[in-house]
């Protein structure tokens, strides 16, 4: 018999669904409460039901958990469609700090939080589109 190894999933170490809804749960509150992200909570429609659902499936779907999103949405084409928001320094700064304070919050494991807030910011780096 081989030993191989089995990949885990960031899905999988974070906590799968549950966490995954409680991170953008909290995320979201944490944009609607935090003064440094007034800018960010303006791209966004008053009602937040609608993108914390659409958020909830794509990070499922990014973290290696269920096509939850793809199916519905297609590819994700992230840039393309925050083309129309202005995205600079100061919004993914914003987005961070809303992620962050999240992450701390519902994922338990430090190694994984470290490993998603690394991939997390790649993300969010790549997402501005003005200086």
């Excluded at 909570?41 to 793809?70: C, F, N, Q």
């Excluded at 949405?73 to 992620?99: N, T, V, Y």
Aim: net charge neutral; hydrophobic share 40%.
């Amino acid at each position: 018999m081989t030993d191989t190894t089995t990949a885990i999933s960031m899905f999988e170490r974070i906590g799968g669904r549950a966490t995954i809804g409680a991170l953008v749960d909290r995320f979201y509150d944490r944009m609607d409460s935090l003064p440094e992200a007034k800018i960010i909570r303006a791209m966004h429609a008053d009602d937040l039901s609608l993108i914390r659902d659409v958020l909830k499936r794509y990070l499922t779907e990014w973290t290696g958990g269920p096509r939850l999103y793809t199916p519905e949405k297609g590819h994700p084409r992230l840039r393309q469609r925050h083309f129309g928001f202005s995205i600079g320094d100061a919004e993914r700064d914003a987005w961070m700090l809303c992620m962050r304070g999240a992450m701390e919050q519902t994922i338990t494991d430090a190694a994984a939080r470290q490993d998603l807030d690394k991939a997390l910011s790649s993300l969010a780096d790549w997402m501005r589109n003005r200086p």
